[in-house]
């Protein structure tokens, strides 16, 4: 990823995305008691020291607001296929780029999936050991679950890469919060050493969410960076360039916009009103 300056978690913009604590309920609670065999009574704090200690690595939004809790992958639409996929199809494997604590890596090995057969890549090792401590489960996943460090705009069919020996035996991508990071030409690098990930079959997906917008537009990062925001349409065209430089076809399964990241909740009066949640799901046809 190309550097920029994140705000530090102390400033007066990072702390409009923190809250102090929260509640931890159903399915996140049921992961963390029985799969991480965390007790009851030690899930808030277990939970709100973890975010705490992430926080400080980096002050996303999402952690700020323990956006991880929701666990949105397991409550799309895809979820099912792809754990059924996991389950009994030989040659399905999973990767979530950008997997931070590794949550739904968790959720998928807790319904079932073989824990071989899920994978995740984090730029910021930090978070992989957070998301070790988190769940409890480093000896667990030791030698079965591949989460490695790793910068997805950097090609993984080198051997340097951390990918190499993973890069062309997925069946099934998540780019999870990251687009809206990128530059248009650094989207297109995303997507295609995505590719590069991939078995090369038809039915092949990569899906995954990011901050769009209602007009899809270029915008200043922290940096003054032009990172582009997406709606429905400049993602397709996004799509479509992709496709044409790889010589690959790509049905659009989904790409719209809703009101997700609390767009609604009156604590984003420094955001842009405009701001929406992007989720989209492509999948290869050629």
């Not at 035996?169 to 990128?182: E, I, K, N, W």
């Amino acid at each position: 990823m190309a550097s920029f300056a994140p705000p530090r978690a102390d400033s007066t913009i990072a702390q409009k995305w923190f809250e102090e604590s929260t509640s931890v309920d159903g399915e996140f609670r049921d992961l963390l008691e029985n799969y991480s065999h965390v007790s009851s009574d030690s899930v808030v704090p277990h939970v709100v020291n973890t975010r705490n200690a992430a926080w400080q690595i980096h002050p996303y939004p999402c952690l700020g607001q323990f956006r991880f809790l929701e666990l949105n992958l397991s409550h799309r639409d895809l979820y099912s296929r792809l754990l059924d996929d996991l389950k009994t199809q030989p040659d399905a494997r999973f990767l979530d780029i950008g997997c931070c604590l590794g949550q739904d890596l968790r959720k998928l090995i807790y319904d079932g999936a073989p824990p071989e057969r899920v994978a995740g890549a984090e730029l910021n090792g930090a978070f992989i050991d957070l998301g070790y401590e988190l769940f409890k489960d480093k000896k667990a996943l030791a030698g079965k679950t591949p989460i490695v460090s790793a910068n997805i705009l950097e090609d993984p069919s080198s051997p340097s890469s951390p990918l190499y020996s993973l890069a062309g035996t997925f069946s099934a991508v998540q780019l999870g919060m990251l687009l809206h990071l990128f530059t248009w030409e650094e989207q297109i690098t995303a997507f295609r050493y995505t590719l590069s990930l991939l078995r090369g079959n038809t039915g092949d997906r990569i899906f995954g969410q990011a901050t769009g917008h209602l007009d899809g537009t270029p915008t200043a990062s922290v940096s003054a960076r032009a990172t582009f925001k997406h709606n429905a349409d400049t993602f397709t065209k996004l799509v479509t360039e992709f496709g044409q430089t790889t010589n690959t076809s790509w049905k659009i399964v989904t790409a719209e916009l809703d009101n997700g990241l609390s767009v609604f909740d009156g604590k984003r009066t420094w955001d842009d009103p405009r701001t929406r949640r992007l989720v989209f799901e492509i999948e290869r046809e050629s």
